[in-house]
């Protein structure tokens, strides 16, 4: 009765003092946003930056965040706000002390916007630092080679498939009608068809079929292109809200899309679940069970790897291969290199990984197609920790007070001008080959290692994608020729929650040995 008394009597005032409550609210909002101006004032930026994140908005809406991120570290260097609390950077040394200092977490944005499940959260999506450690370090010996160890010998059977695939049905031979082949498409399925048989143990068998098994490939992507639609509009926190969250999230109960794809995964994982007594298997669930990863988080941290270990791959390898492609000089050296290398093999069936790490030019190949081409332009955010960081930017100081979210500017880093010389924005693996100064080199190196992310939040799946990586270019040069087939527009692209969708990436393929 008494709460009821106050209310009226609220309401009553309020409503005889209207214009002066109007006033009220619309100056406490403009102090609290001329506030959030000053507290980044200092940080160079476009002037709409202090004020609002429409601007942001809109290129993420446009799926062209990645180039904004670009053209914005270009006009204002090399630290730059982008939003009133949030900048990015595109040096190198800071994005390594924020991913090492202590004291920097991952911001809210990981839960909000990159959990898989309803409210469940995997490695990738934990920003509590604490449940972030304690869970990497029971699956980290899973994702490595030495507690999995099926890992090359599965990865092996996938790349016989891709290449059996191109044998059967797309080579073109002399004198007949070229079959073209969708190259993106095909890489799609390789690095499903991988991260199910690493993840899970059974593999979705899409390039044994040539086709996208049950839409997982559609789904994921559709996924993406929603996720990001929810980004732009700054409401992708409304998936994991309570009651409407549950309607919106994908789940097991749904008869296609991204549901379908988590329950299908959710059977393999039960199956093997039941058979843990009797199973011999030693791959990465094996391990992860090892480690007392099990019921629902087992779940969610091998679901997360069909999240974060096929777009990324796939986008690296189809970014690679198109400047291969379109660089004859650079696909004869490789296939120099490849060729000597197999002439005195002293392998069967697919090349050992071992091998391929000490071929200076394909690695100089596969760091330069990360380079021009990073997969991966997520800002993936970080908060500066309470109290505030000073760090260093081009040999200045500058204060980022505590809650400031910084995010990477990952294309204008790898593509810095001041680094890479001139040519930075052109593809030329020779850069990694000929560089004299070996400091630079080192720095070079680690810069590039950047595109896996650094410390304690460094992708997990990097053994696992750079396995793919070098036995498929190897495999691909050794056993083909190739061609981009329309090469006036080479595919169509774009880029939805930092991950490129490529599509229509039409090549001619030949046999060498012919
Ligand atoms: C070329 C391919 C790939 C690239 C460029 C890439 C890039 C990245 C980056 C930049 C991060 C760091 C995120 C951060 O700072 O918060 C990350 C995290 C992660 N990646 Fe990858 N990734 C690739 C492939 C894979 C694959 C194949 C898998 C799975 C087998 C995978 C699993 C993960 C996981 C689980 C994390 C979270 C690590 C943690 O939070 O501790 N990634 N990845």
């Not at 609210?25 to 429409?54: M, T």
């Not at 995997?122 to 450690?133: M, R």
């Not at 955010?381 to 990477?408: E, N, R, W």
Request: hydrophobic residues 40%; proline residues 4%; glycine residues 6%.
């Amino acid at each position: 009765m008494a709460v009821s008394q106050t209310l009226n009597q609220v309401l009553g005032l309020v409503t005889e003092h209207k214009v002066e409550v109007a006033v009220a609210f619309v100056a406490i909002y403009l102090l609290s946003q001329i506030r959030a101006y000053f507290k980044l004032s200092h940080i160079p930026g476009p002037w709409f930056a202090g004020w609002s994140d429409i601007p942001h908005s809109w290129s993420i809406w446009n799926e062209r965040a990645y180039q904004y991120y670009y053209d914005i570290s270009k006009k204002y260097g090399k630290i730059t706000r982008i939003g009133p609390n949030s900048v990015i950077s595109s040096a190198p040394e800071v994005w390594i002390h924020v991913n090492t200092k202590p004291g920097y977490r991952r911001s809210d944005w990981y839960f909000k916007a990159a959990r898989v499940e309803y409210q469940r959260d995997n490695v990738f999506s934990q920003a509590d630092t604490e449940k972030h450690d304690a869970t990497r370090k029971k699956i980290a010996p899973g994702y490595s080679g030495r507690e999995n160890l099926e890992l090359e010998g599965s990865v092996d059977t996938r790349v016989v498939a891709f290449l059996n695939l191109i044998r059967t049905k797309y080579l073109s031979v002399d004198n007949s009608p070229v079959k073209v082949m969708d190259l993106a498409k095909k890489i799609q399925f390789f690095t499903m068809d991988v991260i199910s048989l690493v993840a899970f143990g059974t593999t979705f068998g899409m390039l044994d079929r040539d086709s996208d098994v049950n839409n997982f490939v559609k789904s994921s992507e559709d996924g993406l292109l929603i996720n990001n639609m929810f980004m732009a509009l700054n409401l992708a926190w409304l998936v994991q809200a309570p009651v409407i969250g549950r309607l919106l999230a994908p789940s097991v109960k749904d008869k296609t899309g991204f549901g379908a794809m988590m329950r299908e995964c959710f059977r393999y994982i039960d199956e093997r679940v039941e058979n843990a007594e009797t199973d011999t298997r030693r791959d990465m669930l094996a391990s992860f069970y090892r480690h007392g990863v099990k019921g629902d988080e087992l779940k969610s941290e091998v679901l997360e790897q069909l999240v974060a270990g096929s777009d990324t791959t796939a986008g690296a390898l189809r970014g690679t291969m198109l400047h291969v492609l379109s660089t004859p000089r650079v696909q004869k050296r490789m296939q120099e290199e490849i060729d000597a290398v197999y002439a005195k093999r002293t392998w069967d069936g697919v090349v050992p990984h071992a091998v391929v790490k000490q071929m200076p030019y394909m690695q100089a190949v596969i760091r330069e197609g990360l380079r021009i081409w990073p997969p991966v332009l997520l800002l993936l955010p970080k908060d500066v920790p309470a109290g505030g960081d000073t760090i260093v930017v081009d040999g200045k100081k500058v204060f980022l007070p505590g809650g400031t979210c910084i995010g990477v500017s990952t294309l204008a880093m790898h593509h810095d001008k001041e680094l890479y010389g001139e040519d930075a924005d052109v593809f030329r693996p020779e850069r990694w080959l000929l560089e004299k100064d070996q400091e630079k080199l080192a720095m070079m190196t680690r810069i590039n290692d950047l595109t896996f992310g650094h410390g304690k939040w460094q992708c997990l799946g990097k053994p696992v994608a750079q396995m793919e990586i070098n036995k498929m270019l190897f495999e691909w040069f050794r056993n083909f020729d190739w061609a981009v087939a329309k090469p006036h527009r080479p595919w169509r692209l774009t880029n939805a929650f930092g991950l490129f969708l490529i599509s229509d990436f039409w090549v001619q393929v030949t046999d060498r040995d012919a």
